[in-house]
């Protein structure tokens, strides 16, 4: 059994606070470990969901990874997150998409893309990774997500566009024990139990 990891904080209310939070944690994932696995991070009461992806290699790891970001946000009757995602990017020039994915483009930048949400305003930001001549992280660059920017796929609009009901949040949390992935709070605010 898995235990999504939740810890103490200060209340996080509002998204650009989210935001700034996961900011912080991307920085500290990359000094200490020069990438950042797919991370959901959800406040709940004074307490923060940080979800980490186990695996993100294979399109059946990043469904997984979805699905239990889902129901996490269900079973904790979360009202805001964010999702966190390294990233390649290319960019588009005089109205030409590029000719190749960004995963193999030579004009490709490696990014930090936050996506946040809430049931009433999203938010889109790409922070660029700059790292030194030998490839160790130095900062996130400002975001440079064009203004209204919306995203789609699978890592987009995580968040139900409802608040559920206990019984559809007790019913996430028993799917989610059956995944492996047990949801509980150290202050006993909620748990999959």
Same mark, same amino acid.
């Given at each position: 059994?898995? =235990?999504?990891?939740?810890?103490?904080?200060?209340?996080? /209310?509002?998204?650009? %606070?989210?935001?700034?939070?996961?900011?912080?944690?991307?920085?500290?994932?990359?000094?200490?470990? $020069?990438r950042v696995m797919p991370t959901l991070l959800a406040p709940i009461g004074s307490e923060l969901i940080i979800h980490v992806?186990?695996?993100?290699?294979?399109?059946?790891?990043?469904?997984? &990874? #979805?699905?239990?970001?889902?129901?996490?946000? #269900?079973?904790?009757?979360?009202?805001?997150?964010?999702? /966190?995602?390294?990233?390649?990017?290319?960019? %588009?020039?005089?109205?030409?998409?590029?000719?190749?994915?960004?995963?193999?483009?030579?004009?490709?930048?490696?990014?930090?893309?936050?996506?946040?949400?809430?049931? =009433?305003?999203?938010?889109?930001?790409? &922070?660029?990774?700059?790292?030194?001549?030998? $490839?160790? &992280?130095?900062?996130?660059?400002?975001?440079?997500?064009? %203004?209204?920017?919306? =995203?789609?796929?699978? &890592?987009?609009?995580?968040?139900?566009p409802k608040v559920p009901g206990a019984r559809v949040a007790r019913m996430a949390r028993l799917s989610l024990e059956r995944?492996?992935?047990?949801?509980?709070?150290?202050? %006993?605010?909620?748990?999959a139990n």
């Amino acid at each position: 059994m898995r =235990t999504v990891n939740i810890r103490p904080g200060l209340r996080i /209310v509002s998204l650009p %606070a989210l935001i700034a939070k996961a900011r912080a944690h991307t920085e500290a994932c990359l000094r200490e470990h $020069g990438r950042v696995m797919p991370t959901l991070l959800a406040p709940i009461g004074s307490e923060l969901i940080i979800h980490v992806a186990e695996q993100s290699d294979t399109e059946e790891d990043k469904d997984r &990874f #979805v699905l239990e970001c889902r129901l996490l946000l #269900v079973a904790s009757e979360a009202k805001l997150c964010a999702m /966190v995602l390294e990233s390649w990017i290319t960019m %588009a020039h005089a109205h030409k998409l590029p000719d190749s994915p960004p995963s193999v483009s030579p004009d490709r930048r490696e990014v930090i893309t936050v996506s946040a949400e809430s049931r =009433t305003e999203k938010g889109f930001l790409i &922070f660029p990774i700059q790292r030194t001549s030998l $490839g160790i &992280f130095r900062e996130l660059g400002d975001n440079t997500a064009p %203004a209204g920017i919306t =995203t789609s796929g699978r &890592f987009a609009q995580v968040l139900p566009p409802k608040v559920p009901g206990a019984r559809v949040a007790r019913m996430a949390r028993l799917s989610l024990e059956r995944m492996g992935i047990r949801l509980e709070s150290p202050d %006993a605010g909620f748990s999959a139990n």
